[in-house]
């Protein structure tokens, strides 16, 4: 057979199910041949097992396998086809055409891999969307039975924290009860004791004479059991004064609240302090010192210097959170005050709309105070990060102790019909 020629009946290049030469044939593993795209658009929408349509037989791969007829184009003539070389002209247009079906059929074949990927990319939706209602549902049948899990949990929580402060505030009870009863007693001894010292003052002298006297003019010794039992007195009261019951300083616990931190960071602001003064005159903590100890405010020291600063931001609504590092200060307030308040040169504890937390040391001792009204909170002193957080609509101002997510105190049933303002002092370290 001449090489530059391919003969074949021309029934086997009609496609049959376009009637038509084939396009990019594909043999399918029955034997028969059909047109890629035609088959293509055939099976696009037929239940499996896929089926010859000549023959009928099923064919469950799509492995199809490209049959080439001829090399060169083809013209049938009668019952054959016969291709010989044409013209260099006609060769150049002939190679175009073939050129072009290829490039055509190449975008065929990209175009129906396209549309295979996006048939099952529907199909994908199409079955989440079925079931995507359900799923919803059950997912929020999921979230409540899961909330009251928390809850519960928080609610025991909340239970065993109250057992234990009531347990707690109860020993300390009975101890201040305890120490109030030896105090009293203690008291009454050392009145008791003061009388016999007094006596003992006045006729000791008398007594030690008269003894001293009746030894010499007996000629005998001075009898020295008298100092002996003048002694072993003062020391037995000597004692007493020695084991003095000291005053309590009382403090409860401080219980880390679950998620009060998560919960807090939500209203999370930044605070930008302005109008730092300094002052050596802290009449606050001037105040404060005067309830807490009962001497002569005279004998303190010198005033210290305080710094005083005012945030930038005034909140009429709404929720706010913010912390300051209180540092190694041992003396500081923080809070929210009117701002009328802050631009008062005697700024006094007993002033209305301020809601503050004070820190003050006095003799080695660190105390908590709160105001509105005035009242000292027995709740260990937080060292680092102060949290304070505002509930303008609630009506509520609460203090938060960073370094352990628990609560330091708060002020409830509050009414704000006034811009509050940001108010921090820092005493010296």
Not at 50 to 64: G, I, K, L, W, Y
Not at 357 to 364: I, Q, R
């Amino acid at each position: 057979m001449d090489s530059a020629s391919v003969q074949c009946s021309p029934n086997r290049l009609i496609c049959s199910i376009c009637e038509d030469y084939f396009t990019d044939p594909v043999t399918i593993t029955c034997g028969h041949s059909f047109c890629t795209p035609c088959l293509c658009l055939l099976w696009e929408d037929t239940q499996t097992p896929t089926r010859c349509p000549v023959s009928r037989a099923a064919s469950q791969q799509m492995d199809f396998k490209s049959t080439i007829f001829a090399k060169k184009p083809v013209l049938p003539t009668g019952e054959s086809a016969s291709y010989q070389l044409p013209s260099s002209v006609k060769q150049i247009l002939l190679i175009c055409i073939v050129l072009l079906q290829e490039t055509i059929l190449m975008q065929m074949k990209s175009t129906w891999k396209n549309k295979q990927k996006n048939q099952r990319n529907l199909n994908k939706e199409t079955k989440i969307l079925r079931v995507w209602e359900g799923f919803v549902n059950l997912r929020m049948m999921m979230i409540r039975a899961e909330y009251p899990k928390v809850y519960q949990y928080l609610h025991e929580e909340l239970q065993q924290h109250l057992e234990s402060l009531t347990n707690e505030g109860r020993d300390i009870f009975e101890q201040l009860r305890k120490n109030i009863n030896t105090m009293i007693h203690t008291g009454k001894l050392l009145k008791r004791i003061y009388a016999e010292l007094k006596e003992l003052c006045c006729k000791a002298d008398v007594d030690l004479l008269q003894d001293s006297e009746e030894a010499s003019s007996m000629h005998r010794e001075w009898d020295p059991r008298v100092c002996r039992e003048v002694g072993v007195f003062l020391c037995r009261h000597l004692l007493v004064q020695l084991y003095m019951p000291q005053p309590m300083d009382p403090q409860l616990s401080s219980w880390t609240i679950t998620g009060m931190s998560e919960r807090l960071n939500n209203f999370r602001v930044y605070i930008t302090l302005e109008h730092k003064t300094s002052m050596y005159d802290a009449p606050l903590f001037e105040e404060l010192k005067h309830l807490q100890c009962s001497r002569d405010m005279s004998d303190n020291p010198a005033s210290l210097e305080f710094t005083s600063s005012w945030g930038a931001q005034i909140f009429t609504s709404g929720k706010h959170y913010w912390e300051m590092d209180m540092g190694s200060s041992c003396n500081w307030i923080i809070g929210l005050c009117k701002e009328s308040w802050a631009d008062r040169s005697n700024m006094l504890l007993n002033s209305e709309d301020i809601f503050l937390l004070l820190c003050v040391k006095v003799d080695d001792h660190f105390t908590l105070f709160s105001t509105s009204p005035l009242r000292r909170q027995y709740i260990q002193r937080p060292r680092g990060w102060v949290g304070v957080f505002l509930d303008y609509e609630f009506g509520m101002v609460s203090f938060v102790n960073v370094a352990s997510s628990s609560l330091i105190c708060n002020f409830l049933s509050c009414s704000f019909s006034f811009p509050l303002r940001p108010f921090i002092c820092y005493g010296p370290k």
